[in-house]
């Protein structure tokens, strides 16, 4: 999800990781939403869900944990709900490119990459393990910048360079 998107909440929790400001969206006890977030103020977690949840998205940042455990909800069209969960099929460490994931579920590497782009759930569902067939590719809607270089640092965590 792009940072500073309109039209949304506040996020119910917003916390200072090694990636920067991150932002947390639940429904009842179950997350929805993940954001990288800039010029929010931090707002602690107000239960022992978002508690949780913050502790293991700063152990996957850490590259203390492989994944993040916490009860989700996937919200979004089919085709992205498609798209996302074949993500969640690639092993830590491991890449896979826009093509590879497009070739699988017989659509386009341009829809597989709108559809990493506009992830809800970052971390939890691992769009930063989709390349371009020639490089690194995107991030969160980036194609340069911070947000880039979040994705560098997530896939150096797992032992990919790029």
Known sequence: MNSGSSGLPEPDT???????LIGLWFSGDVLTRIAYLQGHKVV????????????????????????VDIAWRLEGTAFQK???????RIPYGEVRTYGDIAGQLGTSARAVGNACRNN???????????????????????RSGRLLEIKRRLLANEGRIF
Do not use: T
């Open 82 to 88: 498609k798209v996302l969960k074949e993500l969640l």
């Open 14 to 20: 917003v916390f200072a990781s090694q990636l920067g």
């Open 120 to 142: 809800p759930l970052p971390l939890v569902i691992p769009c930063h393990r989709v390349v371009a067939a020639d490089g690194i590719g995107g991030y969160d809607g980036a």
């Open 44 to 67: 602690a977690a107000g239960s022992e869900i978002a508690l949780g949840a913050q502790a293991g998205i700063e152990r996957f940042i850490a590259a203390e944990r492989q994944s």
